[in-house]
Every structure is written in C-alpha cells, then in structure tokens.
C-alpha cells in the first residue's frame, strides 16, 4: 500500500525514530565493548570486526542489486549484524570465516526470508550457530589471548568453572573483562554502559533483559549446585555471552515480541534454556542458541498475548449459533 | 514437442521434465537423509531405481487382475517384495554401503515416488512403458542424489566420490588446505543444498517459460485438467470440477 493511503486519524505524534537512527544508536551502544575487545585482544580483533561489517554490508548491497531490489544498506541493520557478529568470534579464528559469516548471515538468514523485518531468527547469531557447527574446532578455540602477562591460560571463565575451577576464577577480571572469550562478550561493565544509553535512549526497555537475567539468576541459584554462592552466581552473570545476549541480541526488534506480556514469558523462556544449557548442557555456554530456540517461539509467544483492544469485549471461545 | 507415451518420452520424462526431487519434490526423506556423499546418493539412486522398475513391471502386469479396492495393499506387497531382495542383496555384496545408508533401504517401500508411479502411471499403461517410466524415474531420482550429494561432499569434505579434491587444512600442525565446511554434511546442510538446488531450478525454468521454451510442463496439466500424468492425482484435492464429476461418474459405474 502507498504511505500516503496508509494513514490513521488524527492527532498524529511525530518521532524522529527511523530504522536508520535506532541502528546508529545501537552501534553507539556497541562501541564500549568493541574498543575494549579491540584493546583486549589486539589488532586481530579489530581486522575481524572491519572484514565481517564490511562482509555483511557488501553482502546486503550485492543481493539487492542483483535482484534489482531497493538499497537497503543506509538503514545501518547490516553494520549492527555485522558488529554482533564480529563480537561472537574467538579474535583466532581466520580472516576468512568472518568473511562467510558475514555473507551466511545475511543472504541466508536475512534475505531468503524478505529482508530486514522478515528475519525468522537473529541473523548474528544464525551465522554464528553455522560457523560453530561448521568450524567447532576454531569457533570454540580460546586459547590465543595476547592481553595480558599473567593470563589465565587456554579456557574460559565459563568452562573453568563447569570443570570444577570455581576457585581459580577472578571474579573482579571478569567484571572488568581481562579474560578470554570472545572479542565483545568479556567486559560486563563496556556493556552493560551500552545498554545503559540504549535504555536511556528509549531504544529497548528492561523487560527483555530484566525478566532473562532474573530468571537465569534464580535458575543458577537454584539448581547450581553451589547454593547461594555470590561467587558463582556473579560470575556465571559475567561470564559468556549473558550480557551481550541479553542487552542487544535477545531485544532485537524483529525477532522478540512486541506485546508486554509476550516480552516477559519470551525473557522467562530465555534465562531457563540458558540455565538448561549452561548447567546441563555438554558445553559452558548457551546463550546464543537459547536465543535462537526462542526466537522461533516468537510468533506463538505473541498469538498468546495479542492485548484486548480497547472497549471491546473479550471473544469467547468457540460460540455455538443456532442455525436457523 | 515429444510423442507422449513413447519410451524415450518416458525416460526425458523422469530425468529432466518431472524429475521426481527438483520439480515433484518427492522421496525428500531418504534425499535430505542419505546424500551426505555422492557414492551413497548413487546407491541410494540406483536401489530405488531397481525397485522402481520392476515393481512398475509387475504392478503394470497385474494391473487388470488387482481389484481397485485393494490397489494399495497389493502395490505395497510388490514393492515390499523388490526393496527384500534388493536390501539382501545390497547387504551381502556392498556391506559398506549397506552400513551407510542404514533403515533407508528398507524405507523403499514407503518411498512416495514408488507409490506414486504405481498409482499414477503403472496401473494404466502397458508393460513395456511402465517399465521405461521407472528406470526414467530412478535414473532422474539416481541423478538428482548424485549431484546433492556431490554438492554436500564437495563442501563439507572437500572430496568427490571419495576422492580427495583438495588437501585438508589441519589446525594443530598449521597445514594450509581445504578447511570441511561441516555443517554440509549434517542435516542442515541437506536442507540448504536441496533448498538451493530447487531455486537454482525455478529460476532455470521460468527463464526458459519467459523465452517460450518450457523446459517443464509440470503444473500444465492442471490447468488443462489432465490429472492422469500427475503423482499427486490420488491426493489431490484441485481437480478441476470436469475431471471430479467424470471421476464420481466412473467409480459409479464400477
């Protein structure tokens, strides 16, 4: 339809949120973690960022061009893709694999399905579950990490402690995010100061991250195994991809909810599979596939909750007519 | 235009113009399931095309003397038969072949595509076609594992037919080479190459429909209202209004 026959009655609110500036200022949010990484993992990490932002965006010019498409690329969607993307590599894994990470999440994940809006899961972490099932052996390799003097060695904060190393663990490290990992997930503190501005900013609002983190916190605490360790409990929080999961990937406009109630059982849902996957699961970490299982029960989640228009009485279920 | 009904008709038919996996989509499981290399999707290709072919034979052969009441139990009993011998056979002479490919021998039987050139073209034509109708069947289905399974190998193990195309990257030593592209192998990556494979086709097809030159007609016989060539005539629920009123007529007159 024309925007000009699209038009609701009067009195009408001007905003001047477009798609464009919303990216802008989620990149903006970004920027903490990705200089950290960058400082925390050395030049590598800031040639992989360059390559897969670069890679998503030539990748999203390309299909639209070829398919004779309207540009899409000024709307800054394929910059955030590509910048989340980047976040989720080990700074080891090969210039290359950025590369076609970068092109799987938007061809596949993003274009096949229509474009940005039309994305059945978040296109960063659907690249990021293929190169993990493609690649395990790089994309779970920790063990380069040209920080710092006194490193930690090879493993994870996350995956010391699921061998029973809960002890060796730095709790303040973590915090501050001097550790191994991937380049965007260490630093709790650059990113929840990220999301401190996008909240402020209006661009998301607490219940998605809120009600996840919670949820996950009374699951750890519950069927941790360590009782009410504050330890374990805070370092299960900063460790992993929890805070970068929570704050910029599980909000992701397209693939979350957008009714209130949904919002809040898509956060339950969320921080119980992460629970599931981090305690029972094989691997240390789970965030981005309970991410992507729960972007799938998205369009079911807000058949649940459509909220009843105003002034009109609640439809009862199944009511028989007689048939005259 | 070809002759319809002749036998190379028949063979172009089943390899190019209906081929079963790209235009009809049929026998998707055992395709999505077994072509984690090209040599299993030959196996896979040639077993069916075996079972195909004689069990058209026989259901072709037999067709006058099994009541129409009955069709399907006594196709799935002649199909059965085949996929027996042939899975005795796989099993005793092609052992690795046989661990590979697993249940989806024995799954032959309920495999749609023999079902449905039973139903839709060996009970109504003669010996001799319906034979050629499945050895052009399978060698369409044989040729279709071929290519999705050379797809899948190619990328996830840089190999063809087994044989190694390029030396394999090897993290621990730093050897520089191929690095599998896993996922290929898996069943996502059965999804992605067939989903692909068929865009590749549609696309190939509407060019070719856009030039006049219809590579396919399949879909045509919809809109003519010609179900008899069709695999889904049993099931299908869009015939057009002629062809159900003539097919409630005839079952009335049985």
């Known amino acids: 339809m024309s925007d000009l026959l699209n038009v609701t009655s009067s009195p009408h609110v001007r905003a ?68 989340l993307l980047a ?20 061809i596949v994940v993003k274009m096949f399905f229509g474009g940005l809006g039309q994305n059945i899961m978040n296109p960063a972490l659907g690249a990021r579950a293929f190169l993990v099932i493609s690649f395990a052996g790089y ?59 996008l909240i402020l900013m209006g661009v998301i609002d607490l219940r998605i991250p809120g009600t996840y983190i919670l949820t996950f916190a009374i699951f750890v605490l519950l069927f941790g195994g360590y009782g009410f360790n504050m330890d374990y409990l805070v370092s299960q929080l900063a460790g992993g991809g929890l805070m970068l999961g929570a704050f910029f990937m599980a909000t992701d406009y397209v693939t979350s909810p957008i009714t209130p109630t949904g919002k809040i059982i898509y956060g339950i849902i969320l921080g119980l599979l992460t629970g599931v996957f981090r305690i029972f699961g094989g691997s240390a970490e789970g965030v981005s596939y309970a991410i992507i299982f729960t972007n799938l029960l998205v369009p079911l989640i807000e058949k649940w909750t459509v909220p009843r228009a105003f002034g009109i009485a609640p439809v009862k279920k199944e009511v028989k007519t007689d048939e005259k | 235009m070809m002759k319809e009904d002749t036998i190379s008709e028949r063979l172009y038919n089943g390899i190019i113009k209906e081929n079963p996996v790209f ?30 072919a004689l069990s058209n034979l026989l259901i072709s052969a037999l067709r006058k003397v099994i009541p129409d009441r009955v069709r399907m139990p006594a196709f799935i009993v002649v199909v059965a038969s085949f996929v027996t011998i042939v899975q005795f056979l796989v099993q005793g002479f092609l052992p690795e072949l046989y661990k590979s490919l697993g249940i989806f021998i024995p799954l032959i039987v309920v495999n749609c595509i023999i079902l449905g050139r039973a139903e839709s073209y060996a009970s109504k034509h003669s010996v001799v076609l319906s034979f050629f109708d499945g050895i052009g069947m399978g060698l369409g289905f044989t040729l279709s594992l071929i290519f999705i ?21 090897d993290k621990a030593s730093g050897t520089m080479g191929y690095t599998p592209i896993s996922i290929f192998i898996l069943a996502p990556g059965a999804f992605f190459v067939l989903a692909l494979l068929v865009v590749i086709m549609n696309v190939v097809r509407a060019k070719q429909e856009a030039k006049g030159k219809p590579l396919s007609a399949a879909g045509n016989g919809c809109l003519s209202g010609e179900c008899s060539g069709c695999a889904l005539s049993a099931t299908c629920s869009g015939k057009t209004q002629a062809v159900a009123v003539e097919a409630t007529k005839g079952g009335e007159s049985a």
């Open chain 1, 139 to 197: 994309m779970t390799d920790f063990s380069e990490y040209p920080g710092f003097v006194d490193t930690f060695g090879g493993a994870t904060p996350l995956a010391t402690i699921k061998a029973g190393g809960l002890a060796q663990v730095d709790i303040l490290r973590m915090i501050i995010g001097t550790t191994p990992g991937t380049i965007g997930e260490t630093s709790m503190i650059a990113l929840v100061v990220g999301a401190m501005f």
């Open chain 2, 149 to 169: 399974g050379g797809v899948r190998e190619i990328l996830g193990s840089g190999a063809f037919f087994g044989f190694q195309l390029l030396p394999l990257a």
């Open chain 1, 16 to 83: 001047k949120d477009d798609t464009q500036r919303i990216m802008l200022y989620v990149i903006i949010a970004l920027l903490p973690a990705t200089c950290f990484g960058i400082y925390n993992f050395g030049w590598k990490a800031a040639l992989l960022i360059v390559l897969t932002v670069a890679s998503c965006v030539g990748s999203e010019w390309a299909w639209n061009k070829l398919l004779h498409k309207k540009d899409t690329v000024k709307d800054l969607s394929a910059v955030v893709t590509g910048l």
């Open chain 2, 23 to 52: 235009i009809q989509l049929l026998g998707i499981c055992p395709t999505l399931a077994v072509t984690t290399s090209a040599f299993n999707g030959l196996g896979m290709g040639l077993s069916a095309t075996v079972v195909l």
């Open chain 1, 87 to 106: 976040l989720n590599f080990p700074s080891s894994i090969p210039w290359w694999m950025a590369i076609l990470g970068g092109v799987f999440a938007i």
